[in-house]
DNA sequence: ATATTATAGTTAGCCGACTAACTATTTTAT
DNA sequence: ATAAAATAGTTAGTCGGCTAACTATAATAT
């Protein structure tokens, strides 16, 4: 009665218990279960431009806007439009920013540390190439192909 | 420069290609991103309970409340309540619900197929004992530990 | 038998994602 | 040099997910 759940229905509900840990570790920093990629981004490299930051997180450039919208507003960046193109803002993080992406960065170690014990490194290299052969399997199917 | 991406992030991409093709193959069938999984599940187990279908899909009962007020609007479905206990309401296809479960049968299976190209089934059921490893090992994760 | 508690759904309001249509600026072509 | 095309962001509207607060019905306890 209860089929089999195939692997991509498992991976999601991993993925989603996998982000309630991360969103539990951070809950005090006014920082939301999307933002925590866009901190560590940003605490790696300063001064991105939004068309940057959404392909770094493959994301559409209208969902970034809004998403630095709310950031900025909870205080944790800023933007200043771009001196030599008018049309790029770049984007800083603000000192509470960076306390919060060092926070996230811890949270993100300790959720992936318990997520994988009790895997060899080897295993660990093993679903790696699985997923990059998943992911260049889907990625190179172009839609007019059957 | 690019840091590897790590494993999540990873998954995360894989993901998001996979639903992106799912959607491209059933775009005229009135079915929205998140409704596959679940006419799937009503079409093996007509009549199924709001609760049954939430727990199934592993999602809030509001999150479903209102995906199924927009799918009985398009006419995928209806609900009725249940003679015994008045407070449950049980859900059923209506035929065009089930023709269009029947074409997101088919396009997961597809997209299924091309995903795991390649892969020998011994790697599949690696992936797969990898995959409930992880998710042992986060949903075992108590709050209060650590 | 009544009062309490538990369960099923709903509503409201938020965040994250998308597309489509728009503005503003910079490049490129003619 | 000016017109056309490309690029960066924004806005509006929708779907999917959540939490919190609510209603209505059923089950339990005293």
């Known amino acids: 009665m209860r089929p089999e759940p195939n692997l991509t229905h498992l991976m999601r509900h991993v993925l989603k218990n996998h982000r309630f840990h991360v969103d ?3 809950r ?3 920082v939301f279960p999307g933002q925590p990629p866009l ?3 940003l605490s790696d490299n300063d001064g991105l431009s939004q068309r940057e930051l959404a ?3 493959g994301v559409k450039p209208a969902t ?3 998403m630095l919208q709310r950031m900025e507003k909870t205080g944790l960046l800023r933007r200043s439009a771009d001196e ?3 049309r790029v803002s770049r984007v800083h993080l603000t000192d509470k920013g960076r306390r919060a992406a060092e926070a996230v960065r811890q949270a993100m170690d300790e ?4 997520c994988f014990e009790g895997f060899l490194p080897e295993e660990k290299l093993l679903l790696r190439r ?3 052969h998943m992911q260049d399997n889907l990625a190179s199917w172009s839609p007019d192909e059957s």
Chains 1, 2 share one sequence.
């Open 24 to 26: 539990r570790l951070i």
């Open 28 to 30: 005090d920093y006014d």
């Open 39 to 41: 901190l560590l981004r």
């Open 55 to 57: 392909d770094s997180k």
């Open 64 to 66: 970034l806007t809004v």
């Open 84 to 86: 030599k193109d008018q």
């Open 111 to 114: 959720v992936e540390t318990r």
């Open 130 to 132: 699985f997923l990059l």
